[in-house]
C-alpha cells in the first residue's frame, strides 16, 4: 500500500490501494461510536450493512445517490440521527461513497459538536483523486454550489481501487476530466501516459498510478496553501466556467463532465491572453474527448456569465480564471474583460 501525506490543520495520510472492510473494522476498535454515511448504491451492491453488522458500535445512514445529497434537508437528517445515535465528540464519522458524499460527510462531522474526527473511502475516480483530499467539505444551496461549508481534514483517507470496477464509464471519464487537469498544471508525465492510454479500457489498467500522481500533486498543493489564499487556485483549472455549465444544467451533468468544456475554455482563453501553444490547447480537446468528454457547449453565454459572476471565486464584479502560460505553469488571470470572454465562448460554442 501507497501513502500520501497532506499537512493541513492536522496531518493524515492518503493510502492507496486499502481494503474498505478492514479499514471499517480499525475504526471501529478507535472509537466509542461510529457513525456511517453511504449512498444506495454502495450500500446495496458492496454489502455494507453485512460488514457493518458486527461491529456493535457503528451506525449507518443511507443518502440518496448523486448530487442532491447534497441538500440541508438531508443534512438536517444526518443531524438528527446522529442525536439519535448518542454521538460526542471522541466519536467519527465515516463517509463512503463519490464526492458528493464525502462532501456532505465531511461537513456533517465539521459540524456537529462543532466538529468530530471523520474519515473518507471514496468511491468513485473524481472523490479519490480530488473531492476526498483537500479537506474542504460543503452542501449545494439556492444561491450556488458548494457556498455552505467549511475546512474540515479527515483523519485518513482510504482509496480502495476495488470500488472502481463497479463504476460506469460515464463516471469514470468524469473522475479523468479532473486528472487531465492536474497533468496541465503540474504534471506532464499524466499527459504522456494518457496519449497512450487512449480509451476508458486502457485508462482503467493504470488506474492506480493516474490516482497516485493526481493526489501527489494534490496533496502538495494544499499542503502548501490550505485555506487558498493563492497556490491552491491553481486547482481551480477549468472550474470558472465548469461551475457555471454545471448550475445552469441544474447538475444533470457531472462536475467532471462540466470541467471538461471549463478546461477548453481556460485553454482556449490562455491562447487569447497568455499566448498558450495552439498545439498545446488541442492537446486539451483530443485528450479529454478520446474519453468521451464534452469539449463544447450548447448553452447561453450571458446566463453562464451571471453564474460566473456568483462563483464563490469571483472578487466583487470581476471574473478571474486560472489560465496557462505552457503545460505546468498556471497563471492568474484577473479582471478577465465580458470582451475577451464573448471571443472565447464563440470557440466552444456548438
Ligand atoms: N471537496 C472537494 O475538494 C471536491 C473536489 C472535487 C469535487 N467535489 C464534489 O464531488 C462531487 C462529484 O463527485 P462524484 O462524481 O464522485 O459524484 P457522486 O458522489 O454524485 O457520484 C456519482 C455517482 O456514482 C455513484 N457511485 C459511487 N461510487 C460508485 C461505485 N463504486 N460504482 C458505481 N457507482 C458508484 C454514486 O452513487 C452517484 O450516483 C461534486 O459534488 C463536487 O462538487 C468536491
Ligand atoms: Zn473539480
Known amino acids: 500500500m501507497k501513502h500520501i501525506e497532506v499537512r493541513a490543520e492536522h496531518e493524515y495520510k492518503v493510502h492507496i490501494d486499502a481494503h474498505f472492510e478492514g479499514v471499517l473494522h480499525e475504526v471501529s476498535q478507535s472509537h466509542n461510536k461510529v457513525f456511517v454515511v453511504a449512498p444506495q448504491y454502495i450500500v446495496d451492491n458492496y454489502q455494507l450493512e453485512k460488514f457493518l453488522h ?56 465539521a459540524t456537529w459538536l462543532r466538529g468530530i474526527s471523520w474519515y ?73 501516459l494518457l496519449q497512450t492510454h487512449t480509451s476508458i479500457a486502457s485508462a482503467r489498467e493504470i488506474a492506480e498510478e493516474l490516482i497516485f500522481r493526481s493526489v501527489f500533486v494534490k496533496a502538495d498543493v494544499v499542503s502548501q496553501d490550505f485555506q487558498e489564499s493563492k497556490l491552491r487556485e491553481i486547482l481551480n483549472y477549468g472550474h470558472t466556467f465548469g461551475h457555471a455549465v454545471e448550475k445552469y444544467g441544474h447538475y444533470e451533468v457531472r462536475h467532471g463532465e462540466a470541467v471538461s468544456i471549463g478546461l477548453v475554455f481556460a485553454a482556449e482563453l490562455s491562447g487569447r491572453l497568455l499566448g498558450l501553444k495552439s498545439d498545446v490547447i488541442t492537446l486539451h480537446r483530443q485528450l479529454l474527448e478520446q474519453f468521451n468528454l464534452p469539449t463544447s457547449t450548447n448553452l447561453s453565454l450571458p446566463p453562464l456569465m451571471e453564474l ?30 465580458a470582451g475577451d470572454i464573448e471571443a472565447v465562448y464563440e470557440r466552444i460554442a456548438q
Open 120 to 192: 473518507a473511502i471514496p468511491t468513485t475516480l473524481a472523490a479519490m483523486v480530488d473531492a476526498s483530499v483537500g479537506g474542504k467539505t460543503g452542501i449545494n444551496s439556492q444561491s450556488g454550489k458548494n457556498l455552505i461549508g467549511s475546512f474540515h481534514s479527515p483523519l485518513g483517507v482510504y482509496v480502495d481501487l476495488r470500488f472502481l470496477k463497479t463504476l460506469s464509464d460515464r463516471d469514470f471519464a468524469a473522475g479523468l476530466a479532473e486528472v487531465i487537469k492536474v497533468g496541465f498544471i503540474r504534471d506532464s508525465l499524466i499527459l504522456d
Open 54 to 109: 458486527p461491529l456493535e458500535n457503528a451506525s449507518l445512514f443511507v443518502v440518496p445517490d448523486g448530487e442532491h445529497q447534497k441538500d440541508i434537508s438531508i443534512l438536517e437528517k444526518i443531524w438528527q440521527s446522529m442525536g439519535e445515535a448518542g454521538i460526542t465528540r471522541s466519536d467519527a464519522l465515516v463517509a463512503i461513497g463519490g464526492g458528493a458524499t464525502t462532501d456532505l460527510g465531511g461537513f456533517a462531522s
Open 308 to 337: 460566473m459572476r456568483s462563483d464563490k471565486k469571483a472578487r466583487g464584479n470581476n471574473l478571474r480564471f486560472i489560465g496557462l502560460n505552457s503545460i505546468g505553469s498556471p497563471h492568474w488571470l484577473e479582471n478577465v474583460s
